[in-house]
């Protein structure tokens, strides 16, 4: 397994030219906030990830977590990294400095995160799961709850967790049994929630849970969940810890990846109820949670695009040292295989996604900084649906495109990449989770298609195609070095606009075929906004070429870059708009014992 090392220029590089730092370092919000302090935190943050979490990654994957009678304890070092993580204020970069946060945009936040899941996607799991929390009693709790949970939130000196899911519901929270009865200012909890991720651990000495539950007078169905904080330890009213809650970790799961993170079955009220608070109003939990659940979301596109990139480097860093074959038409001398075309091939779609992926990560985290910063109301509200359009793309396509990635970083390795000692295993294991936690890639396609397409009363998504043609009409003008990308990135707008068209006309008369074509339509979205920030990538790059403003080479790399993502990429738009259209009725065609 290679060392990890940060991609700063290339980060710094989205950062300023696609994502528009610039543009909200001058909100109100981040008056504080200079490029100086932006480049000093990328650089201690490539710091600690590298020396401090990179090194863990190995022993995690291979050690994992261990439950011994519910008690969990992570693996080797976890500790101690956990402690430096915290000490450093790591958690707490976006998060307002009143509750004990260091106010930093969330664009900032997201390319440290990138950081932290590169190097370690397994320890990134658990402050993932924190910021979610936070963002969740920052909105909807009480100033009581805030006052005895947020700080220490914040800081990471307490944990938090997101308990949605229960072993007969799924995804259908509308499922779900966990019952809640009202005992004077609390209630009493009982119910038992899978796939909780840091649900137990040693890393903190309180986990304060997040858990959707129903009251016993509540309807059934969506309409009657509501939010409880249900904390591990209970807390005193001078801010000690009291008496351990009931609640308890059944059993941890045995999981193709990620095995340092625990991911738990946890049960409870086994014996009189876990005393619970209710976040908000009640029955409006589902609502609450959906605020955790698009940070997350957002999240593990990211994360999705860290373990991208850690995959692209360590088959980077392999295929520069293995020798092997000879060049074709050339010497016969023997050679690295990274001056094979093939290989190269396979390097430079790794590169490309990964890059394509970073824009549209850090776009989407400036346009959540805008959604909430923004000076003009009116503003606010327009970034806030494109937000709306934009994390389900994140989440979808480049959790998608990230196990991509990592299968051909392990096909780049040849045999031994199916040898878990090169460490190219590990990264598609860890991968294989990203198109699955947090909702699925089919339901995040559906929320896009169904609740921000098909319900789209205002035309919200036709002014964001428009936006995307008038940023495309100013980057096209900037000379033939960009001209091929550009005339790329407008086709693919034309093939969103006649599928969005179509989706619209389908729905009126079948409500099946979109959602059989939701993802799809989402791969034909992500390609479409990727594609557009690629060449205000390209574009950005040639304009200092031009200038002869930084490193000639390194810019030179990113317009070929940006071109082979345009001639070798784009081109699955078309694929995915002609199948859409073309074949969805087929899904439903066959009777279901011919499948």
């Not at 190995?58 to 969990?72: K, L, P, Y």
């Not at 009220?269 to 939990?285: F, L, P, R, S």
């Not at 934009?390 to 045999?415: R, T």
């Not at 979205?525 to 080479?553: C, K, P, R």
């Amino acid at each position: 397994m290679s060392d990890y090392f940060a991609p700063l220029n290339d980060i710094q590089f989205t950062l300023d030219h696609v994502a528009g730092l610039g543009r909200i370092l001058e909100l109100e919000s981040f008056g504080d906030i200079d490029d100086d302090l932006v480049s000093a935190i990328l650089n201690e943050s490539s710091k600690f990830t590298s020396e401090v979490l990179a090194p863990l990654n190995r022993i995690g994957d291979e050690h994992g977590s261990v439950c011994n009678d519910g008690d969990v304890t992570t693996p080797p070092g976890w500790k101690q990294a956990y402690q430096q993580f915290i000490e450093n204020g790591w958690n707490g970069l976006a998060f307002d400095p009143a509750h004990g946060g260091q106010g930093l945009p969330w664009l900032v936040a997201t390319a440290v995160q990138e950081m932290w899941h590169s190097a370690n996607m397994s320890f990134g799991l658990c402050p993932l799961l924190t910021q979610g929390a936070i963002r969740a009693l920052e909105l909807h709790g009480s100033e009581d709850l805030q006052a005895i949970y947020m700080e220490r939130l914040v800081s990471g000196e307490w944990a938090g967790t997101m308990n949605l899911t229960e072993a007969h519901a799924g995804s259908d929270l509308a499922a779900i049994r966990t019952r809640a009865v009202a005992e004077g200012d609390h209630y009493r909890l009982s119910g038992q929630k899978i796939f909780i991720t840091y649900g137990e651990h040693d890393l903190t000495e309180n986990i304060i849970h997040f858990v959707l539950g129903r009251c016993t007078d509540s309807p059934d169905g969506v309409k009657g969940i509501s939010l409880f904080i249900v904390p591990k330890f209970l807390v005193c009213e001078d801010g000690s810890l009291g008496e351990r809650n009931d609640l308890r970790c059944v059993s941890l799961e045995h999981k193709l990846g990620i095995h340092a993170s625990p991911t738990a079955v946890m049960s409870y009220g086994d014996n009189d109820g876990a005393v619970a608070y209710m976040v908000g109003e009640k029955n409006k939990g589902l609502e609450y949670m959906f605020t955790m659940m698009n940070l997350a979301r957002h999240a593990v596109g990211v994360e999705g695009l860290a373990v991208a990139e850690r995959a692209y480097q360590q088959a980077r860093d392999y295929a520069s040292q293995r020798v092997q074959g000879s060049v074709v038409g050339g010497s016969k001398d023997r050679v690295a295989i990274i001056r094979h075309p093939d290989v190269r091939r396979m390097l430079m779609t790794m590169k490309s996604l990964v890059q394509a992926m970073r824009c549209l990560a850090y776009y989407t985290s400036g346009v959540f900084d805008l959604s909430q910063a923004h000076p003009d109301a009116e503003s606010r509200d327009e970034f806030a649906a494109d937000l709306g359009l934009l994390i389900p793309l994140v989440k979808g396509w480049c959790a998608e495109m990230s196990n991509e990635v990592a299968y051909l970083g392990v096909q780049v390795h040849g045999g031994m990449g199916f040898i878990e000692e090169t460490g190219a295993a590990q990264y598609l294991r860890d991968a294989r989770i990203t198109p699955i936690y947090e909702g699925t890639t089919g339901i995040q396609a559906n929320d896009l298609i169904g609740r921000k397409i098909l319900r789209d009363e205002n035309g919200h998504v036709l002014r964001f195609m428009a936006k995307i043609q008038d940023s495309l009409n100013n980057v096209s003008a900037q000379g033939d070095s960009v001209a091929e990308i550009c005339q790329t990135a407008e086709a693919g707008l034309q093939e969103l606009r006649n599928v969005t068209d179509w989706v619209l006309e389908a729905g009126a008369s079948d409500a099946s075929l979109p959602a059989a074509a939701s993802v799809g339509y989402l791969h034909v979205f992500s390609l479409t906004v990727a594609g557009w920030l690629m060449a205000v990538y390209a574009a950005q790059a040639s304009e200092l070429l031009i200038a002869g403003e930084g490193d000639q080479s390194e810019l030179s790399a990113r317009l070929v870059n940006a071109k082979f993502f345009a001639t070798h990429i784009m081109p699955r738009l078309k694929a995915h708009a002609d199948a859409l259209v073309r074949s969805s009725a087929l899904v439903m065609e066959l009777s279901e014992d011919l499948i």
